[in-house]
């Protein structure tokens, strides 16, 4: 089965980006395609490279980065969201794209589930 | 359809409201802190057997066990981990989440 | 535009305040954007979303764009289709007459029928 997910809560505040990256783990692990991963809202600061948590906590933003590299997620984030909140080309992590909110409409149509983590 | 709850009931109406509007045998899912709705002996506990009268009713275990509260559900709630939250999402055509 | 020419049903369940966070606005650009791609858009407002209704918002004091005539130019975009929950404009003394806009008013569980006949559910 084919899943878009969305994103609305930034890393590290609140547990939505956690939920979302294992929700998606545990779907490709059983054979499903995510094939995006949109952001918005405060979501888009999941996008960002400068992100340097301590030592001995995850790494949100490695983690996302990792499962478009393994199995080529599509990481979007929205432009006006990230314009709005700092987030550019020149900051963003390896795996994520800047793109509009025509991605997660898009990502509705065609997903065979759209599944929502926010606040 | 699935409905997926993330809110303490002691703060929020996000579940009172879901039980309300949710159909007849229709999937809910508690997760985050949602998850302390699934706890027996609270002032919630009958808002949560009315739900159980609805729907199948779901808790997601690891935000149970992170939260300190595993051992003591409510009767007739049903454990999952994050495989069985995506056996979820691809059995019911929807999903909604109550954030 | 629509991927494939599909068309599905997008429902936007609204169930939180204006201004006191920005999801009513974010959510309100998705719908625009859903209509542009010719899918089926409805919007049902549930709990303190139907503030998001409220005539008469003046948000000078508070150096805040009011996006509130937006909802009102909704029907230009072909997106007439609002639903609003009976119990939370009575839990807070509201009327139909205090809406920006004309809805549809339905009871919790009429609105859980729509929910349920819908391909994509969106809350923000």
Request: aromatic share 8%; hydrophobic share 40%; proline share 2%.
């Amino acid at each position: 089965m084919k899943f878009g997910i969305l994103v609305n809560e930034g890393p590290y505040q609140h547990q939505a980006s956690d939920s979302a990256y294992l929700f998606c783990k545990a779907a490709l692990a059983a054979g499903h395609q995510v094939f995006r991963v949109f952001f918005y809202h405060d979501g888009v600061h999941n996008a960002s490279r400068l992100t340097e948590p301590p030592q001995d906590d995850r790494n949100i933003v490695t983690r996302w980065s990792a499962l478009a590299e393994s199995h080529g997620v599509d990481l979007v984030v929205c432009v006006a969201a990230a314009l709005r909140r700092g987030i550019k080309e020149e900051n963003l992590a390896p795996g994520f794209r800047i793109s509009g909110l025509g991605q997660l409409v898009e990502a509705g149509i065609q997903a065979d589930r759209l599944v929502t983590f926010g606040d | 359809m699935l409905h997926i709850v993330n809110k303490s009931p002691f703060t929020h109406s996000a579940l009172d409201t879901c039980v309300q509007v949710g159909q007849q045998g229709g999937d809910l899912l508690l997760i985050e802190d949602a998850v302390y709705a699934a706890v027996a002996g609270t002032a919630v506990e009958r808002l949560v057997r009315h739900a159980l009268q609805r729907f199948r009713v779901f808790a997601l275990s690891p935000d149970l066990e992170a939260r300190g509260v595993a051992g003591q559900l409510i009767e007739g709630i049903t454990l999952v981990d994050y495989t069985g939250f995506v056996e979820l999402v691809t059995h019911n055509k929807t999903c909604q989440s109550w954030l | 535009m629509s991927e494939e020419g599909r068309t599905k049903k997008f429902m936007f369940v609204n169930r939180k305040a204006p201004y006191g966070t920005v999801y009513a606005l974010e959510s309100l650009e998705v719908v625009l954007i859903t209509a542009a791609f010719d899918q089926d858009v409805s919007l049902a407002f549930l709990d303190d979303g139907v503030y998001q209704l409220r005539k008469g918002q003046q948000t000078k004091g508070i150096e805040t764009k009011n996006f509130s005539p937006t909802y009102r130019a909704l029907e230009g975009y072909d997106i007439e289709k609002l639903y609003v929950e009976k119990e939370a404009i009575e839990a807070r003394g509201l009327s139909e007459e205090d809406l920006l806009v004309e809805v549809t008013v339905l009871d919790r569980q009429a609105l859980g029928k729509l929910m349920d006949e819908q391909d994509v559910l969106l809350s923000f």
